[in-house]
């Protein structure tokens, strides 16, 4: 199982950085997505890295807000979230894709934690 952490009540403008490890599992030949779930919607597409950690892609709608990364050497991924805003209040989760190659697909993710409350303040 994943484990995100870093979540946490901040104020419109604010920022926070989400961590994803996965103790006891490899994370460094996959590709890794962060995904968000807001009360009452679907869970929706953030952001997605490919296994060496060379190729991003964002939802246009944090483009150029967050930004994603990660360290093999220590099984880690990031999530730096800029400029919050209200709207980017939801529940965050870190999944593992099913191959090194970045998808923004649910199903082509397969390992899941059990998210992280972002709560971002107007």
């Known amino acids: 199982q994943l484990v995100e952490s870093g979540g946490g009540l901040v104020q419109a403008g604010g920022s926070l950085r989400l961590s994803c490890t996965a103790p006891g599992h490899t994370l460094s030949a996959y590709a890794m997505g962060w995904f968000r779930q807001a009360p009452g919607k679907e869970r929706e597409f953030v952001t997605a890295i490919n296994w060496t950690g060379g190729t991003t892609t964002y939802a246009d709608s944090v483009k150029g807000r967050f930004t994603s990364s990660r360290d093999n050497a220590n099984n880690t991924m990031y999530l730096q979230m800029n400029s919050l805003k209200p709207e980017d209040t939801a529940v965050y989760y870190c999944?593992?894709?099913?191959?090194?190659?970045?998808?923004?697909?649910?199903?082509?993710?397969?390992?899941w934690g059990q998210g992280t409350q972002v709560t971002v303040s107007s």
């Open positions: 999944a593992r894709g099913r191959g090194r190659l970045i998808t923004s697909r649910l199903d082509d993710y397969d390992f």
